[in-house]
Protein backbone atom coordinates (compact mmCIF):
# COMPACT_ATOMS: atom_id res chain seq x y z
CA UNK A 1 0.00 0.00 0.00
CA UNK A 2 2.86 2.02 -0.99
CA UNK A 3 3.11 5.18 -3.46
CA UNK A 4 6.17 5.93 -4.77
CA UNK A 5 7.23 8.63 -6.83
CA UNK A 6 10.31 8.55 -8.97
CA UNK A 7 12.13 11.50 -10.29
CA UNK A 8 8.88 13.08 -11.31
CA UNK A 9 9.31 16.22 -13.36
CA UNK A 10 6.01 17.77 -14.91
CA UNK A 11 5.76 21.24 -16.71
CA UNK A 12 2.50 23.80 -18.07
CA UNK A 13 3.34 26.31 -20.83
CA UNK A 14 7.03 25.71 -20.54
CA UNK A 15 7.03 26.63 -16.71
CA UNK A 16 8.76 23.88 -14.69
CA UNK A 17 6.23 23.34 -12.16
CA UNK A 18 7.48 19.95 -10.25
CA UNK A 19 11.06 19.27 -10.73
CA UNK A 20 12.87 15.89 -10.02
CA UNK A 21 10.67 14.89 -7.00
CA UNK A 22 11.37 11.27 -5.53
CA UNK A 23 9.46 10.81 -2.90
CA UNK A 24 8.23 7.19 -1.10
CA UNK A 25 5.05 6.99 1.23
CA UNK A 26 4.86 3.71 3.23
CA UNK A 27 2.05 1.83 4.06
CA UNK A 28 -0.16 3.04 6.50
CA UNK A 29 1.47 6.36 7.03
CA UNK A 30 0.06 9.84 7.07
CA UNK A 31 2.29 12.20 5.50
CA UNK A 32 2.73 15.76 5.77
CA UNK A 33 3.45 18.52 2.26
CA UNK A 34 4.64 21.49 3.08
CA UNK A 35 5.49 24.36 1.37
CA UNK A 36 4.66 28.24 0.38
CA UNK A 37 2.12 29.33 -2.00
CA UNK A 38 3.08 28.18 -5.35
CA UNK A 39 5.82 25.93 -4.17
CA UNK A 40 3.83 23.21 -6.15
CA UNK A 41 2.08 20.61 -3.67
CA UNK A 42 -1.35 20.63 -5.51
CA UNK A 43 0.50 20.12 -8.90
CA UNK A 44 2.76 17.11 -7.49
CA UNK A 45 -0.54 15.46 -5.22
CA UNK A 46 -2.69 15.78 -8.96
CA UNK A 47 0.88 13.74 -9.99
CA UNK A 48 0.81 11.54 -7.51
CA UNK A 49 -3.05 10.77 -7.50
CA UNK A 50 -2.84 9.99 -11.51
CA UNK A 51 -4.68 13.27 -12.74
CA UNK A 52 -1.22 14.55 -13.96
CA UNK A 53 0.77 12.82 -16.16
CA UNK A 54 4.31 13.98 -15.65
CA UNK A 55 6.65 14.84 -18.41
CA UNK A 56 9.14 12.26 -16.56
CA UNK A 57 9.57 10.00 -14.32
CA UNK A 58 7.16 7.66 -12.91
CA UNK A 59 4.78 7.25 -10.35
CA UNK A 60 3.99 3.71 -8.54
CA UNK A 61 1.17 2.60 -6.52
CA UNK A 62 2.34 -0.88 -4.91
CA UNK A 63 4.68 -1.19 -7.61
CA UNK A 64 2.23 -1.02 -10.48
CA UNK A 65 2.93 2.07 -12.67
CA UNK A 66 -0.39 4.35 -12.49
CA UNK A 67 0.07 5.65 -16.37
CA UNK A 68 -0.80 1.80 -17.21
CA UNK A 69 -3.83 1.64 -14.97
CA UNK A 70 -6.96 3.10 -15.73
CA UNK A 71 -8.77 5.94 -14.50
CA UNK A 72 -11.34 3.95 -12.80
CA UNK A 73 -8.89 1.18 -10.87
CA UNK A 74 -7.22 4.03 -9.75
CA UNK A 75 -9.95 5.64 -8.06
CA UNK A 76 -10.92 2.52 -6.60
CA UNK A 77 -7.51 2.57 -4.68
CA UNK A 78 -6.52 6.67 -4.38
CA UNK A 79 -9.23 8.67 -2.84
CA UNK A 80 -8.56 13.07 -3.69
CA UNK A 81 -9.90 16.43 -2.02
CA UNK A 82 -9.00 18.65 -4.26
CA UNK A 83 -7.61 22.29 -2.51
CA UNK A 84 -10.89 24.00 -4.43
CA UNK A 85 -13.72 21.19 -4.81
CA UNK A 86 -16.12 23.64 -5.73
CA UNK A 87 -19.64 22.48 -6.99
CA UNK A 88 -22.49 24.46 -7.97
CA UNK A 89 -24.80 21.97 -8.96
CA UNK A 90 -27.89 21.55 -6.75
CA UNK A 91 -27.19 18.22 -5.04
CA UNK A 92 -27.96 16.92 -1.35
CA UNK A 93 -24.71 16.53 1.13
CA UNK A 94 -25.75 12.57 0.86
CA UNK A 95 -25.79 12.84 -3.08
CA UNK A 96 -22.25 13.91 -2.87
CA UNK A 97 -20.92 11.46 -0.41
CA UNK A 98 -22.83 8.89 -2.55
CA UNK A 99 -20.45 9.96 -5.78
CA UNK A 100 -17.78 8.35 -3.58
CA UNK A 101 -18.96 5.33 -4.34
CA UNK A 102 -19.07 5.42 -8.30
CA UNK A 103 -15.39 3.92 -9.14
CA UNK A 104 -16.69 0.63 -7.17
CA UNK A 105 -19.49 0.14 -9.44
CA UNK A 106 -22.11 1.99 -12.09
CA UNK A 107 -23.30 5.50 -11.22
CA UNK A 108 -27.00 3.77 -11.13
CA UNK A 109 -26.44 -0.15 -10.82
CA UNK A 110 -25.81 -2.61 -8.44
CA UNK A 111 -26.24 -0.16 -5.25
CA UNK A 112 -26.58 -2.30 -1.96
CA UNK A 113 -27.44 -1.52 1.41
CA UNK A 114 -23.88 -2.12 2.06
CA UNK A 115 -23.27 1.09 -0.35
CA UNK A 116 -25.40 3.12 2.24
CA UNK A 117 -24.07 1.55 5.33
CA UNK A 118 -20.72 2.90 4.21
CA UNK A 119 -22.30 6.03 3.22
CA UNK A 120 -23.69 6.65 6.32
CA UNK A 121 -20.88 5.58 8.19
CA UNK A 122 -18.58 8.40 6.47
CA UNK A 123 -20.81 11.00 6.99
CA UNK A 124 -20.79 10.37 10.80
CA UNK A 125 -17.37 10.28 10.71
CA UNK A 126 -17.33 13.43 9.47
CA UNK A 127 -20.20 14.89 12.07
CA UNK A 128 -22.17 15.82 9.32
CA UNK A 129 -25.09 13.08 9.87
CA UNK A 130 -28.02 16.56 10.45
CA UNK A 131 -26.74 17.80 6.84
CA UNK A 132 -27.60 14.79 5.06
CA UNK A 133 -30.42 16.15 2.79
CA UNK A 134 -29.20 19.77 2.59
CA UNK A 135 -28.09 21.35 -0.83
CA UNK A 136 -24.45 21.27 -0.73
CA UNK A 137 -24.21 24.46 -2.24
CA UNK A 138 -25.86 26.10 1.29
CA UNK A 139 -22.90 24.58 3.33
CA UNK A 140 -20.28 26.90 4.91
CA UNK A 141 -16.74 26.55 3.26
CA UNK A 142 -15.45 24.20 6.03
CA UNK A 143 -18.32 22.02 5.65
CA UNK A 144 -17.85 21.22 1.78
CA UNK A 145 -14.49 20.10 3.26
CA UNK A 146 -16.08 17.78 5.33
CA UNK A 147 -18.32 16.51 2.88
CA UNK A 148 -16.07 16.02 0.68
CA UNK A 149 -13.26 14.35 2.71
CA UNK A 150 -16.80 11.86 3.62
CA UNK A 151 -17.12 11.53 -0.39
CA UNK A 152 -13.48 10.13 -0.17
CA UNK A 153 -13.96 7.98 2.86
CA UNK A 154 -17.26 6.40 1.12
CA UNK A 155 -14.44 5.73 -1.76
CA UNK A 156 -13.01 3.36 0.73
CA UNK A 157 -9.58 3.89 -0.63
CA UNK A 158 -5.96 2.23 0.37
CA UNK A 159 -4.74 5.96 -0.09
CA UNK A 160 -6.33 9.45 0.65
CA UNK A 161 -4.80 12.29 -1.16
CA UNK A 162 -5.82 15.36 0.89
CA UNK A 163 -4.95 19.15 -0.44
CA UNK A 164 -5.22 21.75 2.19
CA UNK A 165 -8.30 20.05 3.92
CA UNK A 166 -8.46 22.10 6.85
CA UNK A 167 -8.32 25.38 5.34
CA UNK A 168 -11.47 26.84 6.05
CA UNK A 169 -12.83 24.78 9.19
CA UNK A 170 -12.57 26.34 12.60
CA UNK A 171 -9.43 24.57 14.86
CA UNK A 172 -11.80 21.82 16.53
CA UNK A 173 -12.94 20.73 13.20
CA UNK A 174 -9.08 21.44 11.86
CA UNK A 175 -7.90 18.84 14.68
CA UNK A 176 -10.78 16.19 14.31
CA UNK A 177 -10.36 15.96 10.83
CA UNK A 178 -6.52 15.50 10.67
CA UNK A 179 -6.47 12.93 14.32
CA UNK A 180 -9.09 11.30 11.69
CA UNK A 181 -6.93 10.69 9.13
CA UNK A 182 -4.20 9.92 11.30
CA UNK A 183 -6.22 7.39 12.75
CA UNK A 184 -6.92 5.92 9.49
CA UNK A 185 -4.84 3.23 8.41
CA UNK A 186 -4.85 3.89 5.23
CA UNK A 187 -1.45 5.62 3.97
CA UNK A 188 -2.23 9.21 3.27
CA UNK A 189 -0.83 12.45 1.86
CA UNK A 190 -1.72 15.53 3.11
CA UNK A 191 -0.89 19.13 1.97
CA UNK A 192 -0.99 21.89 5.02
CA UNK A 193 0.27 24.96 6.03
CA UNK A 194 -0.27 24.67 9.67
CA UNK A 195 3.64 23.56 10.37
CA UNK A 196 2.55 22.55 14.23
CA UNK A 197 -0.46 20.93 13.49
CA UNK A 198 1.53 18.83 10.71
CA UNK A 199 4.31 18.45 13.11
CA UNK A 200 1.51 16.83 15.63
CA UNK A 201 -0.46 14.61 13.42
CA UNK A 202 2.05 13.41 10.60
CA UNK A 203 4.21 10.34 10.69
CA UNK A 204 6.94 12.61 8.12
CA UNK A 205 6.80 15.53 6.44
CA UNK A 206 7.88 16.83 3.04
CA UNK A 207 8.72 20.25 1.97
CA UNK A 208 8.54 22.04 -1.51
CA UNK A 209 10.11 24.78 -2.76
CA UNK A 210 10.12 26.25 -6.14
CA UNK A 211 8.61 22.99 -7.26
CA UNK A 212 11.15 20.72 -5.76
CA UNK A 213 11.52 18.52 -2.86
CA UNK A 214 14.05 19.98 -0.71
CA UNK A 215 13.34 18.10 2.81
CA UNK A 216 11.91 15.03 3.68
CA UNK A 217 11.80 12.85 7.02
CA UNK A 218 10.58 12.81 10.34
CA UNK A 219 8.92 15.84 11.66
CA UNK A 220 12.30 16.62 14.66
CA UNK A 221 14.22 15.94 11.32
CA UNK A 222 12.55 18.61 9.09
CA UNK A 223 11.00 21.60 11.31
CA UNK A 224 14.22 23.77 11.67
CA UNK A 225 14.40 27.15 12.20
CA UNK A 226 17.11 27.24 9.33
CA UNK A 227 14.36 25.74 6.99
CA UNK A 228 11.48 28.11 8.21
CA UNK A 229 13.86 30.80 7.09
CA UNK A 230 15.12 29.62 3.69
CA UNK A 231 11.45 28.14 2.92
CA UNK A 232 9.10 30.69 4.38
CA UNK A 233 11.30 33.62 4.75
CA UNK A 234 10.36 34.14 8.61
CA UNK A 235 12.08 33.67 11.75
CA UNK A 236 10.80 31.00 14.14
CA UNK A 237 11.99 28.98 17.17
CA UNK A 238 11.45 24.91 17.12
CA UNK A 239 11.58 23.22 20.81
CA UNK A 240 10.04 19.78 21.59
CA UNK A 241 6.95 20.30 23.18
CA UNK A 242 5.56 20.01 26.61
CA UNK A 243 2.62 18.58 25.43
CA UNK A 244 3.21 16.28 22.48
CA UNK A 245 6.14 14.20 21.92
CA UNK A 246 6.51 16.44 18.75
CA UNK A 247 8.21 19.82 18.55
CA UNK A 248 6.79 22.98 18.12
CA UNK A 249 7.10 26.22 16.06
CA UNK A 250 7.07 29.16 18.02
CA UNK A 251 7.18 32.08 15.31
CA UNK A 252 9.34 35.39 15.92
CA UNK A 253 9.24 38.79 15.10
N1 LIG B 1 -2.14 24.08 -15.17
C1 LIG B 1 -1.21 25.00 -14.91
N2 LIG B 1 -0.69 25.74 -15.90
C2 LIG B 1 0.27 26.67 -15.64
N3 LIG B 1 0.76 26.92 -14.43
C3 LIG B 1 0.28 26.23 -13.40
C4 LIG B 1 -0.73 25.22 -13.58
N4 LIG B 1 -1.00 24.69 -12.38
C5 LIG B 1 -0.22 25.33 -11.50
N5 LIG B 1 0.54 26.25 -12.11
C6 LIG B 1 1.54 27.13 -11.46
O1 LIG B 1 2.47 26.30 -10.81
C7 LIG B 1 2.87 26.85 -9.57
C8 LIG B 1 2.61 25.87 -8.46
O2 LIG B 1 1.20 25.76 -8.27
P1 LIG B 1 0.55 24.78 -7.22
O3 LIG B 1 0.97 23.39 -7.53
O4 LIG B 1 -0.91 25.07 -7.18
O5 LIG B 1 1.27 25.27 -5.87
P2 LIG B 1 0.78 25.18 -4.35
O6 LIG B 1 -0.29 24.16 -4.26
O7 LIG B 1 2.02 24.83 -3.60
O8 LIG B 1 0.31 26.55 -3.98
C9 LIG B 1 2.12 28.16 -9.43
O9 LIG B 1 2.96 29.21 -9.84
C10 LIG B 1 0.96 28.01 -10.39
O10 LIG B 1 0.55 29.24 -10.90
MG1 LIG C 1 -2.18 24.24 -3.63
Known amino acids: MSIAATDISWASGGEAIVQGVTLEVREGETFGLLGP ?13 GLRVPQSGQVALDGADLRAMAPRRIARRIAVVEQHAATDIAISVIEVVRLGRTPHHGILSGWTAEDDRIVEKALARVDLGHRRNQPFHTLSGGERQR ?8 QNPTHLILDEPTNHLDIQHQLEILALVQALPITSIVALHDLNLAAMFCDRLGVMKAGRLIACGAPEDVLSAAMIADVFGVRAHVAPSAHHGRVHVQFLR
Not at 147 to 154: E, F, I, K
Open 37 to 49: NGSGKSSLLRVLA
Open 147 to 154: VQLARALA
